[in-house]
C-alpha cells in the first residue's frame, strides 16, 4: 500500500513539474513575441557615410568576355 502512494505522489509531482515547465515555456514565447513588436528596427541615418550611394569611377574594369564556367581539373595522384 506504502509504494502505491509513493507511486501516486511522484506522478503528482513530476504531472505539476510538466505543467510547470509548459507554461513557463508560453509565458517566455509570449514576452519574446512582445519585445519584437515593440521596439522597431533600427532607420539606417542618411547622415552615415555608408548609407549614402556612391557612382561608379570612369576606370572601372569591364570584362570583354563572359565566361560560361569552370571545368574541373584532375589532381596528380602522386602527391
Same mark, same amino acid.
Given at each position: 500500500?506504502?509504494? /502505491? /502512494?509513493?507511486?501516486? @505522489?511522484? =506522478? $503528482?509531482?513530476? $504531472?505539476? @513539474?510538466?505543467?510547470? $515547465?509548459?507554461?513557463? %515555456?508560453?509565458?517566455?514565447?509570449?514576452?519574446?513575441?512582445?519585445? /519584437?513588436?515593440? @521596439?522597431?528596427?533600427?532607420?539606417?541615418?542618411?547622415? %552615415?557615410?555608408?548609407?549614402?550611394?556612391?557612382? $561608379?569611377? %570612369?576606370? @572601372?574594369?569591364?570584362?570583354?568576355?563572359?565566361? =560560361?564556367?569552370?571545368?574541373?581539373?584532375?589532381?596528380?595522384?602522386?602527391?
Amino acid at each position: 500500500m506504502r509504494a /502505491n /502512494n509513493i507511486s501516486k @505522489t511522484y =506522478s $503528482l509531482i513530476v $504531472l505539476i @513539474t510538466v505543467i510547470f $515547465l509548459a507554461r513557463t %515555456n508560453d509565458l517566455a514565447a509570449q514576452e519574446a513575441t512582445r519585445q /519584437n513588436q515593440e @521596439t522597431p528596427p533600427p532607420i539606417p541615418s542618411a547622415d %552615415n557615410p555608408e548609407y549614402k550611394i556612391k557612382t $561608379l569611377p %570612369n576606370d @572601372t574594369f569591364k570584362p570583354s568576355e563572359k565566361i =560560361s564556367e569552370d571545368f574541373p581539373v584532375p589532381f596528380p595522384v602522386d602527391i
